[in-house]
């Protein structure tokens, strides 16, 4: 059955191709939505981006198909058109009658009183508006075409029972077979028990032979740093395998995913000689407008921003011995242009080959702009993405729709992915008790 779809303003700034994804239904833009759209469009952020992206692409549909006022064929046998009311609309209880939101609500209960035989449902990414259209009488949905389901978001880690025979072949030969009939996706970690429960290895699948392979993670650590916990050898044995090309790592906070991350950034590029340089970023996106304030020039104004990335280079490269290896600090490392941390803001445009590119705060990225930074990754780089998709800063994404969920969901089980949850916090007791019980 046909419907009725009024969008809000943030789906198209979220996802300007959203137009063409209502497949057979009729798709309504208030011309309010056309008017916020053009607020946003000279901005410099991903959301200015996809301001003019969505603009592009509604005039490409009129040139092509004529009035979008009239109505457009779009989809599999849909229509879009933009809403022009004749006058502004104006709820007749006790709300705030020049908004922006309560325009475009009114709209969506125009569509529905006038068609009432067929479903009008308002679509947003906005919580409160969704309630405030459901108080209001309206059928409101999220926006969830690139919703990922986070209740079924894989660990990366998985449990298999083999005899003690099985076990004594895999430490002694560093591999086995995998046991037939077990669905494992490529450079899936694996827990190996015997069926006494009584001893355990790990591994990791390795789809291209069909073994599971022990890990090979130092055992004396790297660059000061040793796996506390089986999910931290995991992951290691991820960051160090120069095959697998994207690494995403998610977990609560204090469960080591930057400060691993970066240790193996620093092996593979300055001791190892592996890539070129590593270069560490982060968003800077919920920073928004009070960067402009901080004082300074624009190094200056970031320095809070980073400011965790030099924590963790600053520890890592006294635990390491840097001073023994005649590096006084992360300094030595950016004049030789081994090491660059920089804002993720400045990646855009840029190729990148041969490097070690670590994105921390991963979950504040759209699924475009994670696939922009991937997508700047020349041959030989290494990109690994970090962050807990819980604990959001952006207000355009949750944790289904955040861009660290979509590459993990989206891109297991290719041979150059791997994935992993981390989920025991290792920086201390304290923190470890404010995570779980604050």
């Not at 899936?188 to 022990?214: C, F, M, Q």
């Amino acid at each position: 059955m046909k419907k009725n779809y009024v969008v809000d303003t943030n789906v198209l700034l979220h996802d300007p191709f959203a137009i063409f994804k209502f497949e057979d239904n009729d798709l309504i833009i208030p011309i309010y939505v056309i008017e916020e759209i053009d607020q946003f469009k000279r901005e410099s952020t991903e959301r200015g981006r996809n301001a003019r992206t969505v603009t592009r692409l509604l005039d490409a549909e009129r040139a092509k198909n004529g009035s979008l006022q009239a109505g457009v064929p779009i989809g599999d046998g849909g229509t879009l058109r933009v809403h022009v009311p004749d006058q502004r609309p104006t709820l007749d209880i006790a709300l705030n009658p020049s908004s922006g939101d309560h325009a475009i609500l009114m709209t969506a209960i125009q569509f529905r009183d006038a068609t009432p035989e067929t479903p009008t449902i308002f679509v947003t990414m906005d919580v409160t508006l969704r309630i405030r259209a459901d108080a209001l009488g309206l059928t409101t949905e999220a926006y969830e075409n690139q919703a990922v389901d986070t209740d079924r978001l894989e660990t990366g880690i998985v449990e298999l029972f083999g005899t003690a025979a099985e076990l004594d072949s895999f430490f002694e030969k560093g591999a086995i077979k995998a046991p037939a009939g077990e669905k494992l996706y490529a450079n899936v970690s694996v827990i190996l028990r015997d069926e006494a429960k009584t001893r355990s290895a790990l591994g990791r699948y390795h789809a291209e032979s069909g073994e599971i392979r022990a890990l090979h993670v130092p055992r004396e650590g790297l660059v000061g740093v040793r796996p506390r916990n089986k999910e931290q050898s995991f992951a290691l044995d991820l960051l160090l395998d120069d095959s697998i090309r994207l690494v995403t790592i998610m977990g609560k906070a204090g469960t080591g995913k930057t400060l691993l991350a970066i240790a193996a950034g620093l092996k593979r590029t300055i001791e190892d000689g592996a890539f070129a340089r590593l270069l560490v970023s982060r968003p800077v996106m919920p920073l928004g407008r009070d960067l402009g304030f901080l004082p300074g020039d624009v190094n200056e104004k970031l320095n809070p921003w980073m400011q965790p990335i030099y924590d963790n280079l600053e520890f890592l490269l006294a635990a390491g011995g840097g001073k023994r290896r005649g590096i006084r600090g992360y300094d030595d490392l950016f004049h030789s242009g081994q090491l660059q941390v920089e804002p993720l803001t400045y990646i855009r445009g840029r190729s990148l080959p041969q490097q070690f590119v670590i994105v921390d705060e991963a979950q504040n990225l759209t699924p475009h702009e994670v696939k922009t930074v991937i997508t700047r990754c020349g041959e030989g780089t290494k990109i690994v993405l970090t962050g807990d998709p819980f604990q959001i800063d952006n207000p355009y994404v949750d944790s289904s729709t955040n861009g660290l969920s979509a590459s993990a969901d989206r891109l297991r089980g290719e041979p150059i992915v791997g994935h992993i949850v981390l989920s025991r916090g290792e920086r201390s007791e304290l923190a470890n008790i404010a995570a779980n019980k604050l």
